[in-house]
């Protein structure tokens, strides 16, 4: 009886690892070897001479890049910043905003799915394309944005996205009402409440 216990155990285990296993072929080489790759290239000298063959730095001068980046980049700084105020806004604005859209469309309303699905659509473009597509929205000679300027400054020709400040309010606009992924993961949390409990 032991033995037949025994047995049945390995086999549930032995299914679950097969089960498991593509999802973990995945996981290791599409997100752990990349990890690994920029962990271990960090300390090490990879520029446009050497990018096929980048050479580790001898244990003296290892930490050679990370000196670089905190002490001689000037932008370093910047991006960190830049960084930081993303992800505020991701927190204030596309979080709540996804929440309201979630709670609007979980009443059902007419034309609901039709809405969802219109929500996700950028959620669901391939970045490159959604990158190329605002590339184009902010385009100082036909895009969209300085269209409109020259409605109110007909002389306007610069480029949005080389105007300090100005930049970070457009790259942050580009992103941050795309929040298709939290208001499915709200809505769905939303029908999974009890109809009893209403």
């Not at 089960?19 to 271990?40: A, G, N, R, S």
């Not at 000298?45 to 990018?51: E, R, S």
Request: proline residues 6%; contains cysteine; glycine residues 4%.
């Amino acid at each position: 009886m032991h033995e037949k216990h025994s047995n049945r155990s390995v086999r549930k285990t032995g299914f679950i690892f097969l089960f498991l296993l593509p999802t973990m072929l995945c996981f290791c080489v599409f997100y752990l070897y990349p990890i690994l790759t920029v962990i271990i290239t960090s300390f090490a000298k990879w520029d446009y001479t050497n990018l096929t063959s980048p050479q580790i730095y001898p244990i003296k001068e290892l930490f050679t890049n990370y000196q670089y980046i905190f002490e001689k980049y000037p932008y370093f700084r910047e991006a960190l910043r830049n960084s930081c105020l993303w992800a505020l806004c991701g927190i204030v604005i596309q979080v709540p905003f996804a929440v309201l859209v979630a709670i609007a469309l979980s009443r059902k309303l007419r034309g609901w799915k039709v809405s969802r699905n219109v929500f996700i659509i950028p959620n669901v473009i391939c970045s490159a394309a959604m990158g190329l597509i605002f590339l184009q929205f902010y385009n100082p000679k036909y895009g969209v944005v300085n269209q409109l300027i020259q409605l109110f400054n007909p002389d306007f020709k610069d480029n949005i996205l080389l105007i300090p400040g100005v930049n970070f309010v457009a790259m942050t606009c580009s992103y941050i009402f795309f929040a298709g992924t939290s208001m499915l993961m709200v809505l769905g949390q939303i029908f999974a409440i009890p109809t009893e409990i209403y």
